[in-house]
């Protein structure tokens, strides 16, 4: 069982940074696809951002170019870094880890973007 654990959402100003963290609990941690879905109310959730297990990356379109997701291994935790955010970054963000036969999901943490 993966537990995963979410923290560094708040509130900032637009135009401000955030970087969301995600710690997993095991050491197969390393053989996960790391996500990040955020969900806005009224809307479905959507991928903002993924990285395989060889470091490849892939962004939606929303949040290329302003984003950065990364991994630490050793530390069992994936990062997300999202510059100049914008209100419409304003959501709930889910950090998800994809096995061959199952998914974990965290509680979510909340990104407000204040205009």
């Known amino acids: 069982q993966v537990q995963l654990v979410e923290s560094g959402g708040g509130l900032v100003q637009a135009g401000g940074s955030l970087r969301l963290s995600c710690a997993a609990s095991?050491?197969?941690?390393?053989?996960?696809?790391m996500g990040w879905y955020r969900q806005a109310p009224g809307k479905e959730r959507e991928l903002v951002a993924s990285?395989?297990?060889?470091?490849?990356?892939n962004y939606a379109e929303s949040v290329k170019a302003r984003a950065t997701i990364s991994r630490d291994n050793a530390k069992n935790t994936v990062y997300l870094q999202i510059n100049n955010l914008k209100p419409e970054d304003t959501a709930v963000y889910y950090c998800?880890?994809?096995?061959?036969?199952?998914?974990?999901w965290g509680q979510g943490t909340q990104v407000t973007v204040s205009s």
């Open positions: 095991k050491s197969t941690f390393s053989g996960a696809i």
């Open positions: 990285i395989s297990n060889d470091g490849r990356p």
């Open positions: 998800s880890a994809k096995f061959l036969l199952e998914a974990y």
